[in-house]
């Protein structure tokens, strides 16, 4: 048989075509002669399967020195949970582009992030191209038993299903790319228009449930296969789906009403529907369910030290729901991730051996705000515990005993850092505050604890070359693995862990979230309460009428909504999920639009170190919502409309 070579036109919601349909994008791989190669065999056509996996946009990029510059995924570097130093800012005197989008820097010419185009960021719809071209001829290897060619195939689809996803969520209406085009199609074929984000999310729905039906509930293999989808992975990206659309910017929105494609069809439907939340709660439980019944389970710390305080427990508790190595919290983590790198740009020098300036880059700096949204020790936010100092909470005090594994007996610290929940612990590190990790690979013992040292020219601070600070004075010690160890001699040595793309509290408070929207009030608090057990805290009813000035907040629709928004940006901080969740909530302007602020990395004591400094005044418009389509895509192809405001 003549083996020919393959092309066909890439249909991207944008045509990619210059002037005539003579110009075609070759789909072919690189290093790949044709595509009959690429599945001649089953080992073949598992390396083509792995590289729709590589596809999936990576929080992270694979440069140590520079993780916000993250091609395709602004959800970590382009919000407002951490802010990046002086020295990491900028590339040859230009803003990053997250930074660009965080300061109202987004534009039409070249998108920042994108993944619609080829920008600066990953082009989603040839990954769906390729999974297209999987599906297409995975019936061609000689070697590729039935069960496994099944199995492929579901993951295929997963896969295409989570790309169409990606992009509803940054772009809303998309083109649905059910095949590749064939070569001989007219311009009209290629011409694509978007479809509206009902239709998506139906189809989105309908390859994951085609999914589900073949997926193992476990990998087969765990020491090649980790990582790879499974019917538990699948049935937690639905209840996602579904609840980001049922959430305002989808379900309802009356900015959107006028929001339609050339035929006058409406692209997203503004009037709300009760029923999208009902459909988001089902697919929440069933969820649950499925993952509950192989095993996975919140996270508790399998061997405690003999030492450990219950307040380091939990603290180890939370922690290592992130960074412990495939942990039994986990449902989907992404393995490709250089989490090695983040943990050198979220941990500060803790050790007085200069050596440990390797592995301590702390530029992956928390902001203010951040510190100021975790509960105080009563389970309620700051601003409404009737015992927190909040309007003095920048004042100097004294940290007394009762501040024990949190915060250095006798430091001088503000009122913001103490009496706090232990989620707070756990997930930021501070001037003066406890740092376990391991020493020299002896262990974690808790008499052993770092303090964090970082005032100006301390070994926190910026006292050495390069970029290697925390602007802010804060740190995500929640990314760093506690058994990262310093040995005797070289840098510091990184346990590396998947990072997490959805996990079971994640996944817990979304369908909280939808009962509570389904008007299951007590039920929805029950699940919010999983959480907060495992981080030490009482259930919301009595910690609100024990402790907050509104009392009665959680048994209303209302009030309990805005507690579990609450307990999601505290319970997933710096996971990704604060930056689509404003947005999906319709949130972000509010946010967004604050300064961001820090403490006074330049002060060498108590008084000039503990000012509050700000860095940044963010801008957010309406039109940031959905990111724009860039302009000479929407010249190309006169069927696509611009998302509102661009």
Known sequence: MKIKRIKLILVVGLLLVSQSCKEFVDVVPDNIAV?????????????????????????????????ANSPGNPSLSAGDEVWLNEGIRTNAGVALPAVQIITGGQNV????????????????????RDCNIFLENIDLPFDLPEQEKTLWIAEAKFLKAYFHFFLMRMYG?????????????????????????????????????????????????????????????????????????????????PDYANFQNEDGAML????????????????????????????IELYTTLTPQPDWSDRTRIKMDIRGSITEPWNQELIWGNSNENTGSLQAASRPKLDPRSRLSTGANAFWAPTMRIAEMFYSENGVPIDEDVNYNFDGRFDIVVADADQANYVESGFEAPVLHLDREPRFYASLGFDGGVWLEDQDGGGLSESGAHIVRAKLGQRASNNGPGSSWSETGYFAKKLSNPRNFLPSQGGLSTIRYPFPIIRLADLYLLYAEALNETGEIAEAQSWINRIRTRAGLQGVVESWSNFSSNPSKPTTQEGLREIIQQERMIELVFEGQRFWDLRRWKRAAEFMNRDIRGWNRFGDDTEQYYKVITFASPRFLNRDYLWPIAEEDIIRNPNLVQNPGW
Not at 47 to 65: D, E, K, T
């Open 35 to 67: 595509i009959e190669d690429a599945f001649a065999t089953r080992a073949s056509a598992e390396r083509f399967l792995a590289s729709l996996y590589n596809q999936i946009p990576n929080m992270l990029s694979n440069g140590a020195r520079n993780p």
């Open 109 to 128: 010419l070249d998108p920042h992030l994108s993944t619609w185009g080829n920008n600066d960021g990953n082009n989603l719809f040839i990954a769906i």
């Open 173 to 253: 209406p998309v083109p649905i790319v059910r095949e590749n085009v064939d070569v001989a199609s007219g311009l009209d074929d290629v011409r694509v228009s978007r479809d509206p984000v009902d239709e998506v999310t139906d189809y989105i729905v309908e390859l994951l449930d085609e999914a589900i039906a073949d997926l193992p509930v476990v990998v087969q293999d765990i020491e090649a296969e980790l990582g790879r989808v499974t019917k538990p992975v699948a049935a937690a990206m639905k209840a996602r789906v579904l609840v980001t659309a049922a959430s305002p910017l989808f379900n309802g929105n």
């Open 268 to 295: 997203i439907n503004a009037t709300f529907d009760p029923e999208k939340w009902v459909r988001a709660k089902d697919a929440c439980a069933a969820a649950i369910e499925v993952a509950h019944g192989v095993g």
